[in-house]
């Protein structure tokens, strides 16, 4: 496993796995703000899904919890299932960035996401997921097979969405957006580049969506007042980086 070291600047406290490469951060004197715009935009099931009491999320790596802290203050009604294999990541994730430990609403896994998602029991059983799996080397994530992908299609209900975090300037950008492409039969959206190359794509199992981007907007802004998420540009981004979207949303 990865050995796990921080760092602090100008209040803001940054995870690695033993270089100087940044695996997640958090404004110390606001720990459940998401503070990275990719991590942000992982959180871009809302914009499709409603939450109600009975839903059920997993996230595929834990990092310094940012998605498992906004969930579980803003979305009380959802249960969240969170797999991370390496140990040091859920202690500094407790113990360093205020990550709330296991309760009803929050379960933590130590396994491997490639053999979670080929998991029976959890066949049919999310109704969103976020993929954010990176090692040390940060060359592309961790998981990038057609079977992890068909996997994570097989947890998703229906209708279900997933959220994957991909580096845009990397040979494994590619070879992601093609697996989930062929996973999710094409039904997947860009967000325009954000940071150091991340790039956040989303894929849909279930029901064809046919809605007005306006719609899209008002569910954008409607999430920004419940929750503070900046989300007033989620829209106009997807309907701009997306071919064949530019009327409506149709996929």
């Not at 997640?24 to 914009?47: S, T």
């Not at 839903?55 to 969930?71: E, N, R, S, V, W």
Request: with cysteine.
């Amino acid at each position: 496993m990865e050995p796990v070291t921080f760092s602090e600047s100008g209040g803001i406290r940054y995870l690695h796995f033993g270089s100087e490469l940044i695996q997640g951060a958090m404004r110390i004197r606001d720990p459940d703000e998401i503070y990275l715009e990719y991590n942000q935009q992982m959180m871009a099931w809302l914009l499709f899904l409603e939450t109600k009491p009975g839903m059920c999320i997993a996230q595929l790596g834990l990092g310094t919890g940012a998605l498992t802290k906004f969930t579980h203050r803003y979305c009380p009604a959802v249960k969240t299932t969170v797999v991370e294999l390496n140990p040091a990541v859920i202690v500094s994730a407790r113990s360093m960035f205020s990550t709330p430990n296991d309760d009803r609403r929050l379960k933590t896994l130590q396994i491997d996401a490639k053999t979670f998602v080929q998991n029976a029991q959890y066949q049919n059983h999310f109704d969103a997921i976020q993929v954010d799996l990176y090692d040390a080397i940060c060359d592309g994530p961790a998981a990038s097979s057609l079977d992890f992908y068909k996997g994570c299609r097989d947890v998703l209900k229906s209708p279900g969405v997933l959220t994957v975090n991909l580096f845009s300037r990397h040979k494994s950008f590619d070879l992601n957006l093609n697996n989930i492409c062929e996973a999710f039969d094409n039904r997947v959206l860009l967000f325009p580049e954000s940071h150091d190359c991340n790039v956040v794509a989303m894929a849909f199992k279930g029901p064809q969506l046919d809605v007005e981007w306006k719609e899209v907007s008002k569910r954008a802004k409607l999430i920004q007042e419940k929750t503070g998420l900046p989300t007033n540009s989620w829209a106009s981004g997807l309907n701009r980086e997306n071919a064949n979207q530019e009327n409506k949303l149709f996929i």
